[in-house]
Every structure is written in structure tokens, then in C-alpha cells.
């Protein structure tokens, strides 16, 4: 291939376009998970819409892959690629809420750290990711599960419209009045049908929460388990709330013995009045001896930022996902079992309950197509040290061949690895068909490949 002309792209962007002799390259090529060790022939913090036409325009012209990346934490790195061209939106933040009709208007490339300290303001907000430097983007377009999902839906329930720029350099609104199939595909189908420049939210009132985390020893994990599952069923959709297995975490809430020792956990908020709190919380603080907890009124943007610190990028991640209908006694086991193994503080496994509105939503309304299923876990794996990275991989590997007997076919994509890949289809029942079809419509030959990849082929 000849060499690129880096400068004749320069010349058609208004971002910044970071080539590998630049002395920012190694930070701009490096994603979330620091097990990915790409190196892209360029990357272009891209700016306006204009922007995106010419990066695609450039790729075309030069034959490259194209990865898109908004805040960059997918765990199988699709943000970025070996030898292609990275569209990052990284310079791209803003964030303009209208406190009238309830509505925000953000960038592609803002967190939901950046989206909930603007829409907080007006004390308004949306269902969102549990840690502030996930990106807005991703979370959304594979479906987006959160705090606010049992009252308020997914974060892709909550999209009314997305500007988008297809694979031939199209720009078209995507909406449920216009280009409605595009709009039905990129609420739950992921990155596959082009770059969205844009994001349209409904907002709701959600200023003040009553949350924080209960943390037990994990030998309570079975009462615990036990109890919550029959709990979340009956609690109030302003209820919303994972299970968990960690490690202690080193909090100030939770005594030193407990640092390092496996635990089990249930986190998130109490979103309708404040004064019912306390007492909505209290089951759960009864249920079993308690090692430690936090809980209290909270601003929403806090209780999502709670944990950053200790989700750090760089981290080596390997993660893997399923759906269950129910948190079954064989389902029980094998977390406690699995969960109770957990190999590193940073690793997670969350059970997030997403009933409630999420199931108001028809299998066919959007791509997201698991509407009657009670649990989304993840078996998210992260840890420091490369040198770990055979027995952690091992971990999350086993604990999904265990649990997923228990499991749906299929899986959130937005919690998958890259060797997923086959699951794809089961990840949208009912739905692939018409998936494959919206594929062909907006980029029949499938130049946004590096995701979970839905292709145009005809569903066999
Ligand atoms: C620490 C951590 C916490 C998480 N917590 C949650 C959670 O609470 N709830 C939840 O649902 N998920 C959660 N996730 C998973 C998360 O939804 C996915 O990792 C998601 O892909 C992140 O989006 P991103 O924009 O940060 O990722 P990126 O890596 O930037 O992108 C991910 C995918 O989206 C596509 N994409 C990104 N931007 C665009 C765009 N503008 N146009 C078209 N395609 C685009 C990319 O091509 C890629 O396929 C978490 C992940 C991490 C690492």
C-alpha cells in the first residue's frame, strides 16, 4: 500500500489528526481496556459532521478500516484497530439540555459524567451506565442499562432522535418519524449503520436519589441472594439496584478486614421521595449481617461517579454476558460459587435488574429484543498486571460456562468480548432478520465491521 497522505487529511478536518510519529500517538490509540494494543494508521478527533465525511471519505480512498469511538470503553476495544483510521470523539462533549420539553441534545463523543452534570442542573436526567467515564454513545446504541432502567426504560428507550452519517457519507436524522428503520436498528444495534454525530434524549425529574451500596460477606451470599431476588420483584420500579460480587473494595465505609475479601453486594438508588428512603432501604440492611454500607441522599451525578476511582482505564479487561429470566436457585449457585472466587478488586459481577420499564417496550419496538427477561449479569474481568491475564480470562471463562446453562441464548452485547462474535444473531431474536435488512439499506457492504457485527448477508 503507499503511504498515506496524512497531510492531505489534515487539510480536510478541522480536528486533530494524530498520526503515529506524533508524540500524543500512544495515548491516542489506547481504549479502555489496556489489553488492547492497537496501533491505527491515524487518528482523527473529529469535529463537525464535515469532519466524519472526509475521515470516510479517506478511509474509502485508502482502502482502511474505520473504528468509531466515543468514550472508548468497549471491553473488546472496538474504539480503535490495527493500520485503520479512528474517528474519535473525544473533543466532542457538549451538551445542551432544554428544560422546557425535557430534553437533551448531546455530542457523540460525552460521557455520562459530562451528560449528567449538564441535565443535573435542571435537575433532570436519564437512564445512563453506573460508572461517569463510560461514553454516551456506545452505552446507548447497544442498549444502555443503569440506576434509572426499571422506572424510565433503557438509555436506547429514551433516544428520540440521532443524526447519523452512513458509510457513503449520507447524513440523514434518524427518528421515529423519519428514517424510522434506521432509528428502530440503532437502538440496541450497536455501531453497525453508521456514525452518529448526534444523540436526542428525553429527560426525566431525577435530582436528589437515596442510594449508595450494602456490602456483606460473601458466606451471606445465598440468604442475601435469596432474598433479593424476591425483593427487587416486588419493589417499586424508583427501586433500581444490582446484585453484585467483588472484593471489598478499600472504601472508608467498610472495615479493613473486609478490604480484599470476597463480598457480595447490592448498590444503586431509591429515585422517588427522599423521605421513604431510609425505609425503603431497610429490608435489604435486615436481610443479612451487613460487612459495611453507604447509603444516604445523594445528587444522581454523585452515586454515578461513586466508583470511578476504581475503574481506571488501562486496566486489562476480558468480559463476557448472558440474560436470565430468573435469578433460578441453580443460577444462585453458581454465583456464589463463581462470584465467591472473584480474582481481583476491579473485577466485577453485577446481576442488573431490568424489568419494570424495560419490559413495557415490545421485543420488536427496538433491536434490543430481550424484553422479558428479568437479569442482565456480566462477568466483567479486570485486573493490573498482563501477567495475571491467563487466570483472570480463566475466571470469567468458566464462570460463563457455568452460568450460562441457566441463561437465555443470548447476551448484552455492550457486555461481550470480541470472541462473541458467534452469539450475535441470539443476542437479537426476532429481531436479526430485520437487522440484516436495515444493514443492507444504510451499508450493504458493511464498512462498519469493527463492533459486534451485524453483516447485510441474508439471515440463512
Ligand atoms: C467501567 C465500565 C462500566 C460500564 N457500565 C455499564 C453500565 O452501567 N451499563 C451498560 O449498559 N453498559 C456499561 N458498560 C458497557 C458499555 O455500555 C460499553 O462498553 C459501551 O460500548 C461503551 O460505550 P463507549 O462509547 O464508551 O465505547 P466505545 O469503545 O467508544 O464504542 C463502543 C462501540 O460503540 C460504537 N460507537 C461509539 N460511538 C459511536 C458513534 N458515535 N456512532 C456509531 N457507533 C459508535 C463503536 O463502534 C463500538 O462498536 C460499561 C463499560 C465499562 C468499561
Redesign the pocket.
Known sequence: MNALDVDALRGSVRGRVIAPADEDYEAARA???GMIDKRPAVVVRAGSVADVRSCLDFARTNALDV??????????????CDGGLV?D?ADRKGVRVDPATATARTD??A?WADFNHATHAFGLATT????G??????????????YLARKYG??CDNLRSAD?VTADGTFLTASAEENADLFWALRGG????????SFEFNLHPVDMVYGGAIIYPAAQAQTVGEFYRGFIAAAPEEFGTFLGFHQGPPVPFLPEEWHGQPVCVVVGAWTGPMEEGEKRWQPLLDAAPVAGSFLGPLPYPALNTLFDAL?PKGMQ?Y?KADFLSELSDGALSVAIEHGGRIPSLES?NHF?SIDGAVQRVGPDESAFAYRNVNF?P?I?G?WNDPADNEANIAWVRDYWTALHPFSEPGG?I??MDADDQHRIAQNYPGNYQRLAEVKRTYDPENF?H???NITPNPVP
Open positions: 481504549v479502555f481496556n473504528a468509531i469511538r466515543g468514550g472508548g470503553h468497549s471491553a473488546p476495544g472496538f474504539g480503535t474517528i470523539f457523540p463523543g460521557t445512563g451506565g453506573i460508572i467515564s463510560t461514553g454516551v454513545a456506545g452505552l446507548t446504541l447497544g442498549g444502555g442499562i443503569g433503557l438509555s447519523v450497536g455501531g453497525n449503520f453508521g456514525v452518529v454525530t475503574q479487561a468480559w466485577a442488573y442482565a456480566v466483567a479486570q448484552y455492550n457486555f462498519f469493527l463492533n459486534q
